[in-house]
């Protein structure tokens, strides 16, 4: 499939019903805890938002962060003692939500907000950010939409509404005998890698950081004033 051709929007609208459903269960059994959005631990996702934050400047910078569950990396940004311009979460499940807002949302925060919304159904066309975010989205095993399919046309939305996109993703390459899950993707980051380079040139690669015990990896794609033009990007489609 061209990654430039949506997919199904009834794919779409299936597989946010099927997010919506594992999320509410597992934070049920697990609380409004990392664990609840199935990381393995506070720690770990920490050390994935430190290393994004080696990767990109976020000070001062408009953030969306797509996937973004209680709005833990806002958390994280403040007490890095990062002064953002803007952050905006949106996640298409409104139990994560209504955690985020009750933690953030009753506080006097400046340009910080949340939404729900499933970008790859409603992308942003009206809105450029600095920096797009996705930690913790992309791990799931699809059932009716090819995962390397999926990856591909997420990376070119979050692309269209933001000069700088870093997200997150399970590796191909384990740590020891780790056991692979059934029900969790693995992606060949050299892939991911070069499906980055068929929007920018500008794409850098972390395979370094700590296993949990399974591999992540992080990518980073920005923009240089051209590459969404030559990526066929000339407005903030999808």
Known sequence: ??????IN?????????????????????KGATPEGLFWDTEESMRTRFDAALELATFENASVVDVGCGFGDFYGHLLDRGID???????????????????????EELQNVSFEQRNILRDPFDDREFDIAVVFGTLGHRLESIDNEVYIRQFMRT???????????ALSLYREGDWPYEEF????????????????????????D??????????????????????????????
């Open 209 to 238: 950081i700590e296993p949990i015990p399974q591999r992540e990896f992080l990518i980073l794609f920005e923009d240089d004033g051209l590459a969404r033009t030559r990526a066929g990007i000339t407005e903030l489609d999808s």
């Open 184 to 207: 969790v993707y693995y992606y060949d980051p050299a892939k991911v890698f070069g499906y980055a380079q068929e929007l920018s040139r500008n794409v850098r690669l972390r395979h």
């Open 84 to 106: 953002m311009a803007s952050y905006h979460g949106v996640d298409v499940s409104d139990v994560v939500l209504r955690e985020a807002n009750t933690r953030w949302g009753g």
């Open 9 to 29: 929007d009834d794919q779409l609208a299936a597989l946010e019903a099927d997010i919506q459903a594992q999320y509410s269960k597992r934070i049920g059994e």
């Open 158 to 168: 979050c692309f269209a509404c933001a000069d700088t996109v870093i997200l997150n």
């Open 1 to 6: 499939m061209n990654p430039k051709i949506p």
